[in-house]
Structure formats: C-alpha cells, structure tokens
C-alpha cells in the first residue's frame, strides 16, 4: 500500500469536505488521526451525508461533533464493517428455536400437549419475530449495516421458555442520534403493538382455578399492564382466597413476550433501552446505566434474577459506543418515541417476575 505524506493526506481530506465544512485548523495525531475543525457550511445531518463517502474514499472513518463554537471531523484510519447476514444460519437458528419453544410450551403436569407447544410458541415468537422485525426494517431503512435476526434456543429442562430471545447484529456504529433512537425504539413497539392483543386474548381464554399444594407450582409476577387486564377480565386482582388466574398457552406466551420486552428497555447499556438513553442524554447516559445496575442491585433482594442483569450491566453495559455524528440532535418530534418507550417500560415492568 502507498504511504502518503501527513500533508498530502490532510490536503486530500480538506478537499473531500470542501463544500460541507470550511476548515480552520487540523492536527495530526501518532496513530494517524487526522482531527479537522471548522464550520459547516450545510445542516449538520446534511454536511456529514455529504461528506461521509468521500472521506471512507480516502480510506478513513469520519466522526462528526459539535467542538464549541465550531465542529470537529475526526478522520481514523480504517473501514466500518459491512452487515454480513448468513441466511442459512439465521434459519437453522429459528428452526432450532421454534423445535425449543414448542417443546418447552408443551409440557403440563399432565405430561405433553403439541396443541399447548404450538399456541405457546406462536404467541411467543410471533412478538419476538415482529420486535426483530421493527429493529431490521428500520435499520435498513436507515441505511444501517444490521444483519438479520439471530434467535436463540435455550430448551428445558434449562429454561422454561424454550429461548434466550433474538438479536440483530450491528459491528458499525450507528450514524447518529436519530438513527439511533428510531432503530432502538422500532423493537420494543411493534412487539408491544402484538403482544398486548394476545395478552388480552390469553387471558381471555384462561380461566380461575384453586391453586395446587404449595411447592407444586410457580407464579408470575404481573406488571401494571397485565394486572390491569386481569382485573378487567376477572373482576378482582389474583392469585386471592386460594384461587389463582391459570394462564392459556397463549396468555403465557405473550406474557413472557412482554417481560422480554420490558428487560429490552431497560435504560443502561447496550439494550435497546440504553440506545433510548444515550439518544436521550449523550455520554450522559453512562450514569443512568450505574443507577440501573444499581437498581437491578436492589431488586434482587426481591428476585435473584435481577442479580445476574447487574452483573451483565456491569461487565459489559456502562457504556455505549458513540455514533458517527454527534452534531445531529434530536427534534422535538423525536420525543414521542422517547416517551413511548418510556411509557411501555412502565407498563410492562414486572419487580418480581417469578416466585
């Protein structure tokens, strides 16, 4: 590979932002950072779309932010990764997944029901498949590198659930604030458009039934949500008088369906939450994540699950990777979703999701 010359390639640089910044000064770090500072002579989202590819053409990653008065393009060396999506493992992944939940949703007391397993595992998938869904087509939308979905099997005896969920894989930051928020948010919503429904039906089709010896069953915990719609069905809040709500296959689905959506907005770290956060406050958002962690800290005196989530917030979630362009900020607009994410945490938020 050639070797430039530091001015030449400070030289070729001013010449790929020309028309989207004025440069009034540069420097040039050891490892080949080129730092250019100005003004920018188009909107911030425009001025960086504008300069983006011929900067990556120079063979550098430009990350736009505001430096007081003025702006600052930092030009490091390399390539962003490119989504490198693997059809063929994403369906095995599913399958594998689907075998999972249809399993684990089909065993009783009484031994196994296919008819339970499969409206269990239709409920359940059918909201982490939609909650997928938001994040990937507005990831392309916005032009992310995001891959397709990633599910997870986890089959009993090791989970109840028959799944740790899903992910979408994401190596390049994202572009800025808004693409952030609006990725981020996509998920948890259009799950929570589908899981209530199917809640509402869930519970519909369960019925009260006394309860068996202690030791012999679980119970789960309710939100504000789903004790809403309990109480709304039933007339009354239960587990009560030895009577408790025996959940369908498909209320119990869709309420795990909303328990992993209510986890997924927990504002700390790099769940979808945490990109509402960071969209929200900027690196400020790191000290929402420790509040988090230490919340989490205290619940677990309520339920020992939450331990772990500490824990995990801990090792790998305080802090979040900056996007591209951290001159764009958010528009009044953008807070309906910040709100409604928010409102969806609170509604869906279970302090003790089982006992």
């Known amino acids: 590979m050639e070797a430039r010359e530091p001015l030449e390639v400070v030289a070729r640089l001013r010449a790929a932002v020309a028309g989207a910044m004025f440069v009034e000064a540069y420097t040039i770090q050891p490892d080949g950072r080129v730092n250019l500072r100005g003004q920018l002579l188009l909107p911030p989202e425009a001025a960086y779309r504008n300069l983006r590819p011929r900067v ?111 992910v ?99 504002p700390a770290g790099q769940l979808d939450g945490g990109h509402i956060a960071y969209a929200l406050l900027g690196p400020r958002a790191r000290y929402l994540s420790y509040a988090m962690i230490a919340i989490m800290l205290g619940l677990s005196l309520v339920a020992t699950s939450w331990l772990l989530w500490a824990v995990l917030l801990f090792l790998f979630g305080r802090d979040h990777p900056l996007p591209l362009n951290e001159a764009v900020r958010l528009r009044p607009q953008d807070y309906a979703l910040v709100v409604a994410a928010a409102a969806i945490f609170v509604l869906t938020f279970v302090p003790r999701p089982i006992y």
């Open 168 to 266: 979408i894989v994401q190596r390049a930051p994202f572009e800025d604030r808004r693409a952030l928020l609006e990725i981020a948010a996509a998920g948890p919503l259009a799950g929570f458009i589908v899981a209530v429904p199917l809640f509402v039906l869930g519970i519909w089709l369960s019925d009260v039934q006394p309860l068996p010896p202690p030791g012999s069953y679980v119970t789960l915990g309710d939100s504000l949500l789903t004790r809403l719609v309990g109480v709304l069905r039933f007339g009354r809040a239960y587990p009560a008088d030895g009577y408790d709500i025996m959940l369908h296959p498909i209320g119990l689905g869709a309420w795990i369906g909303l328990l992993i959506t209510a986890i997924n907005l927990i």
């Open 56 to 166: 990556e053409a120079e063979g550098y990653i430009p990350y736009l932010r505001p430096s007081g008065d003025r702006y600052e393009l930092a030009a490091i060396p390399g390539a962003l990764p490119m989504a490198q999506s693997r059809p063929l493992i994403n369906l095995a992944l599913f399958i594998a997944t689907l075998i999972s939940v249809v399993f684990t949703g089909g065993l009783t007391a009484e031994g196994y029901s296919l008819t339970n397993g499969l409206l269990f595992g239709a409920a359940l998938l059918g909201i982490l498949g939609v909650h997928e869904a938001g994040h990937y087509i507005v990831g392309r939308l916005r032009g992310a590198p995001v891959s397709l979905p990633y599910f997870i099997p986890l089959p009993a005896p090791f989970s109840f659930v028959g799944t740790l969920g899903a």
